[in-house]
């Protein structure tokens, strides 16, 4: 047997199709909601409701709407610099997204990386509000890409022991003088 292109994480999708009818027992909307065990289950539900109404074509508007989606949160994050729109072509243009197009489509949820830049800028970790959002929005982000989730996680960590070792630094450094 010969595969012309990689399938990776997305096999579940294309292989089973549904969930089998014996963990699903009573549950009315099987032909929208399978595959949900899966490791990334809210993208492969937005690609199960679009299966469900686009039938075949669902991974063309799943790529266009995912474009739009970049394209609107990126511009979010680059409109604060003068050449915005030079930012937002690279980002949403790169070589990385179009490697995924084919096969490996959670992997084209990039809007998730300047979401979170959108957020470190919105909002300061001390309060429990913020606590929250922040991590409502690295669970989200898992459960929609899990590679990307791991990536937010990092950059996420190593953001705020940042911030942490720069106030002790700061702190010490005040307490010295």
Known sequence: ????????????????????????????????????????????????????????????????LITIFNLVISYLFFKKYIYWYL??????FSSYYYIHLANHLSLMNTWLLPLLFILFDKYNI?????????TSFLIISILISNYIGLLITIIFILYHAYDIIFALFIKNKAMIK
């Open 126 to 134: 001390k309060n429990l509000t913020s606590i929250f959002i922040f």
């Open 1 to 64: 047997m010969l595969v012309l292109n990689g399938l990776e994480d997305q096999i579940l999708l294309l292989v089973l199709g549904k969930i089998p009818e014996y963990l699903l027992t009573g549950f009315p909307y099987n032909d929208i909601f399978p595959n949900l065990l899966s490791t990334e289950p809210l993208f492969n539900l937005f690609l199960n409701i679009l299966r469900y109404f686009f039938n075949g074509s669902y991974v063309v508007v799943s790529v266009l």
């Open 87 to 92: 930012g937002v072509f690279t980002f949403v």
